[in-house]
């Protein structure tokens, strides 16, 4: 009898999802980082014969991690990292920020897959935003830092995946094989992968993964040059993908969500909270790595809900202060009495725009003024986040390794300098 395989501990919800999944895969495992997800848990390895789950990938396709080492030591930039963190935060786009201010161009978008997919040729607006916004980071636990690891080197690490064009096709394609798009506790449907449905999945969610890779490459680069470093090494995967792979002989597709792959050899960057240090790893061939089909976590892994950290909001629309370092906003009845238009801000005098943002309804259990005077005062500098990206609402990142003793290595411990997210005030309408 098929049973789920669970390393460390696993929460209710997570178990029952991966029993869900299990009907149909050959195997499901969780790692030490699952909590609950949409159809399929996050942290949860699903391996299939002829299918693929869409909502098993998930709705942020190729969503990874990304980290590079530069030429640099800690003592070389230590006295600029604000004046760095200022930098980052201005020049690279967060949140609401969705389309980058800098163009980049690609290979990617020369692909035939936009043309041979049927999805995507009828829906030619997509590849023009995919374009506007490659290099784009979002909101959520999306992140850029920079850290230093036990020698004093200086790296970069970035997490985030395909943004508005592989949430599209994974609501295209979720529907398309029967899916509730707030998929929580039914079992995720399934594609064949022969079909021609399956193969046109199979061509998108390639193409957004391409387009993933390109945007933390992007990023890392441009983290980079604003930093004044080069780029002497890179570790680079995804953790919501489906991959072609032999084990014992015999080709499966193993869907990881919220999973890295951790084949004898292969690194990984493994990101933690904004408090805790992160890592480079590498896998290692044992028993209980193939029991795995060598895959690992992809972070720390959640103990607390979004709403109960950061509390219930509601959507509203508002003049916000262009200065992201400034909290003004006037609502826009308020504006409108006063003679329409857009007003000053009310804190710094700038100029303000019309946009979305989250008004608190219900307190959360989190105090983010504390969590902020906690980062600075074990020297970290954050820019933007939210209580719903605290360290409490966090495992703590070396019991969730210690799970996975004897299937990595680590080889890096990175303690983070500066950490830049979106604000809590940010929409970002795609599901990350």
Known sequence: M????IF????????????????????????????????????GVAVYRDRIPPAGVGFDIACGNKAVKLDLKLSQIEEALPEIAEALFANLSFGIGRKNPN???????????????DFLRNNPELKRKAEAQLGTIGSGNHYVDVFADEEGNVWIGVHFG?????????????KLAGDNLNIMDERPHT???????????????????????AGRDWVCAEAARIIGGRIIDEVHNHH???????????????????????????????????????????????????????????????????TQAAGRKRLVKVFACRNRDCEGVVPIDAAHR?????????????????????????????????????????????????????????????????????????????????VCMAGPEEYDPYKD
């Open 103 to 117: 163009p980049v161009g690609h290979p990617l978008f020369d692909s035939p897959a936009w043309d041979e997919v």
């Open 2 to 5: 098929k049973k789920v395989i």
């Open 8 to 43: 460390g501990e696993a929460e209710p919800g997570a178990i029952a999802q991966a029993e869900n999944c299990l009907v149909e895969a050959e195997a499901m495992l969780l790692m030490a980082d699952n909590h609950k997800g949409y159809g399929m848990p996050v942290g």
């Open 162 to 174: 395909s943004r508005g064009l592989g949430h599209t096709i994974a609501s295209h394609f979720m």
């Open 191 to 213: 594609l064949d992968v022969r079909s021609k449905d399956g193969q046109d999945y199979i061509a998108a969610m390639e193409l957004a993964g391409a387009y993933a890779y």
């Open 240 to 306: 919501n993908f489906a991959w072609r792979e032999t084990h014992d002989g015999k080709e499966y597709w193993v869907v990881r969500k919220g999973a890295t792959p951790a084949f004898p050899g292969q690194r990984s960057f493994v990101g933690s909270s904004m408090g805790d240090i992160s890592v480079i790893l590498r896998g290692v061939d044992s028993p209980r790595s193939r029991e795995a089909f060598y895959s690992t976590v992809h972070g720390a892994g959640r103990v607390m809900s979004r």
């Open 338 to 418: 006063e003679g329409g238009g857009n007003p000053r801000c009310p804190e710094c005098g700038g100029r303000t725009h019309q946009r979305k943002r989250w008004q608190q309804t219900a307190k959360g259990l989190i105090d983010f003024g504390k969590v902020k005077a906690e980062m600075a005062a074990k020297g970290v500098i954050l820019k933007g986040a939210g209580p719903d990206e605290a360290p409490q609402v966090y495992k703590k990142l070396d019991e969730v390794l210690q799970a996975h003793e004897g299937t990595i290595e680590i080889l890096h411990r990175l303690r983070p300098l500066i």
